[in-house]
């Protein structure tokens, strides 16, 4: 393994935690909504929006997308320690 590895892996890392905190923030958003609030939501790779009935899926979405987020910066910190190790 080499230092190019342990960048690469470093920037994957400050990606998916940038990630992290987007979505973080569109879950605190989503809870402070009041009841009656209109969202739209932006479907992946396009410009369109639609609009969401169920705010509450929405935010379970986000939730589960969170921890799937999350569990991918926890493996991303491991490969990294196992690749520092390796040098």
Not at 39 to 52: G, R, S
Not at 71 to 85: A, D, F, H, P, V
């Amino acid at each position: 393994m080499s230092n190019i590895d342990i960048r690469l892996t470093k920037a994957k890392l400050e990606q998916l935690e940038k990630e992290y905190q987007r979505i973080d923030l569109v879950n605190v958003e989503l809870s402070s909504l009041r009841t009656n609030a209109s969202v739209y939501q932006k479907k992946t790779n396009t410009n369109i929006l639609f609009f969401v009935e169920d705010i509450k899926a929405l935010e379970a979405d986000k939730k589960k997308e969170l921890m799937k987020v999350k569990n991918n910066i926890e493996k991303t910190k491991k490969e990294l320690k196992k690749l520092s190790g390796l040098l």
